[in-house]
C-alpha cells in the first residue's frame, strides 16, 4: 500500500509545541518511524505537513489515484474546515483521521470534528502510535477499508 500521512497546522512543531500535549519525538523523526513501518510493512509512506488550509487540500486532490489511503491528522481545521470535508469526499481515497491528544478530554471546541465524517474512523489519545494504528487498519483491511 501507498500512505499519504497528511499533517495540518502545527504538526512542524512537533517535539518543540507544548510536549507534554504532543509528546517529545520531533515531526522529523515522525516521519522517519512511519516511513520505517510503512516499508516493513512492504507499503510506502510520505509525509506532507502544511500550515494551510489550501495546502491540506491541494495534498488531497493530489493523493486521488496516487495513494490507496490517507492518514489526515487536520489540526485545528478539524473544527471548522468544511472545505477541508470535501476534499477528502473528492479525493476518493479511505482516509483515518488522527489525533495525537485526546481531544475528547480537552477543551469543548476541540470535541468536534467536521471532517471525520468523511473519514473511515477517528483515532485519537494514542499519542503518535495513532498513525501506525491507522496505517495496521488499511493493512489489515487488504487495501480495501470497511466502515465500522
Known amino acids: 500500500?501507498?500512505?499519504?500521512?497528511?499533517?495540518?497546522?502545527?504538526?512542524?512543531?512537533?517535539?518543540?509545541?507544548?510536549?507534554?500535549?504532543?509528546?517529545?519525538?520531533?515531526?522529523?523523526?515522525l516521519c522517519k518511524r512511519l516511513e520505517a513501518f510503512a516499508a516493513a510493512h512492504g507499503s510506502t509512506a510520505v509525509c506532507v505537513q502544511s500550515n494551510s488550509e489550501g495546502g491540506i487540500i491541494d495534498a488531497l486532490h493530489?493523493?486521488?489515484?496516487?495513494?490507496?489511503?490517507?492518514?489526515?491528522?487536520?489540526?485545528?481545521y478539524t473544527h471548522y474546515s468544511y472545505a477541508i470535508l470535501d476534499a477528502i469526499t473528492a479525493a476518493e481515497v479511505p482516509c483515518i483521521e488522527v489525533h495525537i491528544s485526546n481531544v475528547h478530554r480537552r477543551e469543548e471546541f476541540r470535541?468536534?470534528?467536521?471532517?471525520?465524517?468523511?473519514?473511515?474512523?477517528?483515532?485519537?489519545?494514542?499519542?503518535?502510535?495513532?498513525?501506525?494504528?491507522?496505517?495496521?487498519?488499511f493493512l489489515a483491511q487488504g487495501g480495501t477499508p470497511q466502515c465500522v
Open 62 to 76: 493530489a493523493a486521488r489515484g496516487k495513494f490507496n489511503a490517507v492518514i489526515l491528522n487536520p489540526g485545528a
Open 1 to 29: 500500500m501507498k500512505f499519504l500521512i497528511l499533517n495540518g497546522p502545527n504538526l512542524n512543531l512537533l517535539g518543540s509545541r507544548e510536549p507534554g500535549i504532543y509528546g517529545a519525538e520531533t515531526y522529523d523523526a
Open 111 to 137: 470535541r468536534r470534528s467536521v471532517t471525520a465524517p468523511a473519514c473511515v474512523g477517528q483515532i485519537c489519545g494514542l499519542g503518535s502510535y495513532g498513525y501506525e494504528a491507522a496505517m495496521g487498519y
